[in-house]
């Protein structure tokens, strides 16, 4: 056994890269088998990412998120030579009951792509990459699949773009890191086209209606409290 002399108090910082990338006693459950299935455990990907990514500045994940957005949207549109507006205000369906705020479209009033951009932490930019890339390799392989992140399911985020814009053909989901020191997985894009969303569009859209109508029958009942 070795024993490295750092305080956790007086020397934090010294501390804390020492705790990068190895298993410490806090991290023994999270990379413990699941005692159901197969899956892989959480902490894997926490391990993965500080090993591969440099270490958090401290900055809140959600002002990082906005600041690097529109960086890694230039960088989607370059890879697939697109014409980006990356301030495309939002859509509406033609009764205004329906809307999505797009993180940029193709240029014009008739968009026929757009592009959602997350910058998510790295072990989780880490695990949807991971996830993506391992199921292209199967047959049945549908990329909205994809869109389960740990704790995240941004499906029917994505979902809602082709609800709302019947012209929509393909929306480019993009993953960013830029504290990801591996440059082929700094930049990754996870691409939707109609045809992998065509069976879920009207459940979702039926359900969203329903939805609104019992907003409606709840505010009714309300006015008419005494």
Known sequence: MKIIQVSQTNDRESWLELRRGVVTGTKAKVVAPPKRGNGTPAGIYELVAEQIA???DGEPERDRGLRLENEALLLTQDKYSLDLDLDPGMWFTDDMKLAVSPDASQVGNQPTYAAEAKCLDTKNHVLAIFQDYTAKQQRDYNPINSLKIGTSDFTPQVIQYFVVNPDLRTVYFTLYDDRVALDNIMHYVIQINREHVEEYLEYQETYERDALKQV?????????IK
């Open 54 to 56: 440099i270490a958090k």
């Open 216 to 224: 409606k029958s709840i505010i009714k009942v309300l006015q008419e």
